[in-house]
């Protein structure tokens, strides 16, 4: 079990904490995030692993997924060409919710089990 206190990290910042050895990335997303996740859900049809951005998080200000490409175990970068995530190892790139849209990842950012304990604590695993 980790927890990380949500207080200590602005909007639009990530940190990388970790978790049974993982990197986990917690971000708290802006609205301009939400929105872009919320629009990205419209091509949920054409997504290898579809899946909503409502369905990814508890709280939508907080992404919170496992640090590790779904492809070979690569440790992803921020950006790429979906505003999320970039494998440079073999070109996996995520959306701004970890989901897979390019490359040869077949499956999204996995989402560690969490919960929120209080106002500013989330607690992983």
């Excluded at 917690?26 to 301009?32: I, L, Y």
């Excluded at 899946?51 to 590790?68: A, F, H, K, M, Y």
Aim: net charge negative; proline share 9%; aromatic share 8%.
């Amino acid at each position: 079990m980790s927890s990380i206190m949500r207080s200590t990290i602005s909007k639009g910042e990530q940190v990388v904490i970790k978790w049974r050895g993982k990197p986990i990335f917690v971000k708290h997303r802006t609205p301009e995030d939400i929105q872009k996740a919320r629009e990205d859900d419209k091509h949920i049809e054409t997504m290898r692993d579809p899946q909503l951005d409502s369905d990814r998080t508890i709280n939508p200000e907080w992404l919170v997924n496992i640090g590790v490409c779904t492809h070979l175990g690569c440790i992803p970068a921020p950006g790429g060409n979906y505003d999320g995530y970039f494998c440079p190892c073999h070109g996996s790139h995520y959306d701004n919710s970890g989901r897979i849209r390019q490359g040869p990842a077949p499956a999204n950012l996995e989402v560690p089990p969490y919960e929120f304990i209080d106002e500013n604590t989330i607690k992983i695993g």
